[in-house]
């Protein structure tokens, strides 16, 4: 979800250092972190440049210029990698906020081969007042997750997904003052793998599994102790986040009212229900999620925020006008049992979900309208034909021509289905009754 400093100088930042090829005819490449084009970069970040090959520290030249206010600024000496492939810069004072701060690399490698490219590049800091985003997270966190992934397509019981029903997956999100050569992850059963850098959130890494079978999913992810291990150019660092043995896998969420879900009035509160997380506490977790495409449009608080719903939960209310009219929605609620622990310097966080996706999709406010008005049994009765979950309140008046703000309520109800019956409780003792429904109380 981060970055790093640098010193003025009038004219220009200059750092020398060199490359040694193994290959014959062939400049070495070189890839930078921020990369080319990153925006809201911390103002404490580090650059890094990565080579192809293997470096000796002795001829390269790189500049560094900030084009915001038109000044030259500068890093001390790089720290290279073991194996010379990594530099790092260490500004010697924040970059200024709000900034696009330009590089170039220029020299050649061990047989005067010119250097080729990316050779030069820009990154654009951010406000320097930190918050959420990419480049200023305050720690450094470790995430691992076991998910079994369930689809619910009717009122009936959900089904297991027939694309990617069990997955392991393990994440690392570095604090905005680090930079990583790579991160590796060992598992219980001591096979290692190495997450993926994200390309356009440089600070995150990540590993994603996915297996036919549970019984396949524990065997290659069984629960016990798992190891990150971050290398940098400056340090390395291992830790550890355990899956306790002990913790089970939750039962799959079912929606109960799932027809109604799929008819639902954007401009009305909707309460989704589902049955209870079997063997779910206070301490566990249960989150919900409504998105379109690619991005969410409604969410529970994530598990482990404040507001978050626990285990014990049933039901959630999707407030009023939180989703637009006439669309369609994937949705998904998950089960999580879940354990966090924290320091100064870093988070971790391990669990295992039970997923079920669905779909919600909604219709317009529907115009009520009273038919079939008749007296019976001594009182004045009439239907409204309206939409299922709509909230209505109806007033009534003996005078048509009196002002509408002035006539008193009768009552206000939610319709059960798309037509609702209603009996005036007073005595029919007048010859006439006027009566006006509208949407909302």
């Known amino acids: ?250 039962n799959p969420p079912h929606i109960t009212n799932f027809v109604a879900a799929q008819s639902l009035n954007a401009t009305q509160a909707f309460t989704l229900g589902w049955d209870a997380f079997v063997g779910g506490y206070s301490t566990d977790y249960v989150y919900v999620v409504i998105s379109s495409g690619s991005s969410n449009v409604w969410k529970t608080p994530d598990p482990g925020v404040a507001g978050a719903l626990n285990g014990t939960a049933t039901t959630v209310t999707i407030p009023a006008n939180s989703l637009q009219t006439n669309s369609s929605y994937t949705a998904n609620i998950g089960f999580y049992h879940a354990v966090y622990g924290s320091n100064v310097t870093y988070v971790t966080g391990a669990m295992r979900a039970t997923v079920t996706q669905f779909t919600v999709n909604t219709v317009g406010s529907v115009r009520p309208v009273i038919t079939n008005m008749v007296p019976s049994g001594g009182h004045y009765t009439f239907d409204i034909q309206t939409s299922a979950g709509q909230t209505l309140t109806v007033v009534s008046s003996t005078n048509c021509a009196q002002a509408l703000g002035l006539w008193p309520i009768l009552l206000t109800t939610n319709s059960p289905g798309a037509k609702v019956h209603i009996v005036d409780p007073r005595s029919a003792t007048n010859r006439s009754m006027f009566y006006r429904v509208r949407n909302g109380s």
């Open 1 to 250: 979800m981060n970055r790093k400093s640098i010193l003025a100088i009038p004219l220009g930042c200059i750092a020398a250092v060199l490359l040694l090829t193994a290959q014959w005819a062939s400049a070495t490449t070189v890839a930078s972190n921020p990369a080319n084009g990153a925006t809201g970069v911390s103002v404490n970040t580090q650059i890094a440049f990565t080579f192809s090959s293997v470096m000796n520290p002795a001829y390269i030249v790189v500049t560094c210029s900030n084009l915001t206010a038109g000044t030259w600024v500068l890093t001390p000496s790089g720290v290279w990698s073991a194996g010379n492939t990594v530099v790092t810069y260490t500004p010697l004072s924040a970059l200024p906020a709000s900034s696009v701060i330009a590089w170039w690399v220029q020299g050649f490698d061990a047989l005067l081969q010119p250097l080729i490219g990316p050779t030069s590049g820009t990154f654009t800091t951010g406000t320097g007042s930190g918050g959420s985003g990419s480049g200023t997270n305050a720690l450094t966190s470790f995430q691992l997750s076991k998910v079994y992934s369930w689809d619910q397509y009717s009122a009936a019981a959900p089904v297991p997904d027939t694309n990617a029903p069990y997955y392991f997956s393990a994440y690392t999100t570095l604090a905005s003052n680090r930079t990583a050569i790579s991160i590796t992850l060992t598992n219980p059963i001591l096979a290692a793998t190495n997450l993926t850098q994200n390309v356009v959130q440089h600070e995150n890494y990540y590993f994603f599994s996915s297996m036919a079978t549970s019984n396949a999913l524990e065997a290659a992810y069984p629960q016990g102790n798992y190891s990150f291990t971050v290398s940098a150019a400056a340090s390395n660092q291992t830790v550890q986040v355990v899956l306790p043995a002990g913790m089970t896998q939750p």
